[in-house]
């Protein structure tokens, strides 16, 4: 057990569906269900792991948890009230996200300063001095040295791009920040400085985490909650203690057994598994717990 | 000896001075053979291979004391020699499948142009062939996909092209580029399993380039670890794994998240981030982010092979290298 | 391997030349520009007689370089015994300003245009898409003639007919260029961080478009000034006895044979401004293309 279970809910998902329509055919239309009849619930606190694979619907699951993507059917809650009765600012005070690729999240044309205080000035907050000062603290909060505060984006590494991207979620003190693969596009050896940085940051600002990730290693280590998802479906839902020591889910089964861990001379897993067994969409039993 | 290369230097000009990409590397595969680069972004693994098929861009200069294919030099060959030895004796794969097939032909059409680019056989003897192989490397119905283009299938499918594609001619040596960086997890072990099996049936050499620790320890026979263009550290799977030496290598171990390590604790990370190669460098790469540098790291330091232990870059003694790596990766190591 | 290379990363930081000044092309280009502009504006200063005043007993006299070329004309006179260094002075102006005020109308119909249908796609792109097709149906060169001839010709008639009627390239790239910045993470960023359209597009967006409506401007500046140096020269450009570069080329051509420097010296001056203007454009987007390694 996480401990969590007695924090309050800041964000659920209620049948959650989100339908793409593929062809622009006059007559056929072919639909895409992206994601298919979801909940789930987010505690103060949690640290919730979404894993799966690429077409599994986790991206369209968080964008849907920012408001940048509406439900086709369901509804999501942030604090028990509807995400469509906040607007759009005053949703960004509470939810931001850190993006997969620090090269293309980061405007080429700004400097990391003002980079770091945009949100600032689009919510209007403060005098142009405060929220430099403010950038400085933050540039110091990510850890990077505050001579980087007039470079542009091109003279940084990929891990001090991620730090900025960090800094500037955090401008606006959110108290939930979902993460979209934030070590996939780093070298292993600075993803271990980023993800260090997310354990730091929680506790230091009281943060609640959606991390979103196809690298179980990393979300085995970061989180308190995993949902697995396959073909637009959460198909395990559980503590991770729970997920990682015994899954009763085959595809959970397989996505453990494909994790590269270092083993020499142990040879490749064989995961092999029919991608069309209806078998593999069936949720696993719903959890004893909460 | 498949592929011999001894001290590989690739300089790349630029606007801001010389950059020393790879610098004096040597190594060798056998038949038979998987020999594993592993190294992060920029560490110049990439080139290696690149410089090994004589595909470096144009401004690159290549050096090498050796540079033998089945004991065939390399460096004063032809382009047309080359042309003909690439592809045939040797292939290369890719990362990213989709840049690395045409889209404008069907898969068919562009297995059967290779082989028929080296061999002398009739379009239906190459069809025949390409309809083998795409059985072989688990594609199913494969008579139908000859007929279809890159853009029709997925990831998994595609790369699975590209691997038969590269076994057309049937060559002696294989050079894999991050070949299943951009799949999702199931795939990527489905395809280096497949990988495996392939090279153990053709009995052919694998250079297989990574940035995963994880892969390396389960596929290789050899290892070669790159830092910023130099091998720090090489020798068998087993040792390299099971006794780390370098500072690097003992770093890039303790620093992936693992089921054994406490979690939402710190995980070890290395300080600091790659050093620029361009212009005069000296001493050792490592030293600005190595937690056991020392005035003597200012100095350049050869790779080297004290008795009882595997070649390694660093001025440590072995048995100081074995207590750090206790230290930082636990009792097991 | 993750697709980004940090080991590539600048040197130590040795002073050397800004990258401007490093390009040639820009450079040539520049000071070429800054010549002809400074003639422009400092014509007043430096003409040694009103453009404008005829000298019936000083007709085609020939510029210094030739036998019987004066002082008191280093460059000449016309057939109406006007000063040519005079009149090219002050025709810099005219070119300048003409080219100048074209690309900005033109600059600011199209960029809307062009933003607004790649930001907002659907059917907003379907209606400017076929705004943009239905110009490019029209030849700019009659459309231009018929509208003169229906006005009578003036400067402001010529500068709004142009400016109206070039704008199609900078919609086009602004629509492409809009359409790959907008699925860009940064502008999700901003989204995500409560951003407005506006703010979207003014923060955002035309940051990254500034290159290319650079690069576009001294494009249609170009175009512009050789139109209008086209349209002089049917007669229905700039009216006489404004001195254009291009009208001097028209009042010149009956001269071609026996005073061919009447439409040599315009002609090259004409020549020398568009190539400026090309090589500075193709500087500046080599130049402020941003600071990437990657």
Known sequence: MSGLENHPVVLEMRDVTRTFRLSRGWLRREMLTAVDNVSLQLRKGDVLGIVGESGSGKTTLSKMMLGLLAPSAGEVLLDGKPLTSFDRRALARRIQFVFQDPYSSLNPRGSIGAIIAQPLRIHGIGTRAEREKRARELLDVVGLPSRLFDSSPGQLSGGQRQRVVIARALALRPDILVCDEPTSALDVSVQAQILNLLLDLRKEFDLTYVLVSHNLTVIEHMTTEVAVMYLGRIVELADAENLFGNSSHPYTKILLRSAMTIAPGAGIPDVEFDRGDPAFRVPAAARQSR | MLLDVQDLTIDIPTASGVLHAVQGISFSVDEGETLCIVGESGCGKSLTALAVMDLLPRRAIRAATSLAFSGRDLRGLSREAMNRLRGDRIAMIFQEPMTSLNPVFTIGDQMIDVLRQH??????????????????????????????????????????????????????????????????VTIQAELLRLLMALQQEFGMGLVLITHDLGIVSRMADKVAVMYAGQIVESGTAETIFNDPLHPYTQGLMACLPAPERQRMQHLKAIPGAVPALVGAIEGCRFRGRCAHAQPVCERDVALREPAGAHPYRCVLPAETSRDNARAVLGAGA | MPAHSDAASAPAAAWRMPRWARHSGLVAGGIILAIIFLMGLLAPVLAPYNPYDQNLLARIVPPIWHETGTWAHPLGTDHLGRDYLSRLLYGARVSVFIGVTVAFVSGIIGTVLGVTAGYFGGKTDTVISFIITARLALPVILVALAVVALFGSSLSVVVGVLGLLLWDRFALVMRATTQQIRDADFVMAAKVQGASTWQIIMQEIMPNLATNITVVATLEIAQAIVLEAALSFLGLGVPPPLPSWGLMLAEGKSFILFDPWLITIPGMLLFGLVLAINLVGDGLRDVTAPDSRN
């Not at chain 2, 002398?120 to 083998?132: F, G, L, N, P, T």
């Not at chain 2, 490397?137 to 494969?142: A, D, M, N, Q, R």
């Not at chain 2, 590269?166 to 002696?172: I, Q, S, V, Y």
């Open chain 2, 119 to 184: 061999r002398k056989v009739s379009r239906r003897e190459a069809r025949d062939r390409a309809v083998y192989l795409l059985d072989k490397v688990g594609i199913s119905s494969p008579e139908a996909r000859l007929a279809q283009y890159p853009h029709q299938l997925s990831g998994g499918l595609r790369q699975r092209v590209m691997i038969a594609m590269a076994l057309m001619c049937d060559p002696k040596l294989i050079l894999a580029d991050e070949p299943t960086t951009a799949l999702d």
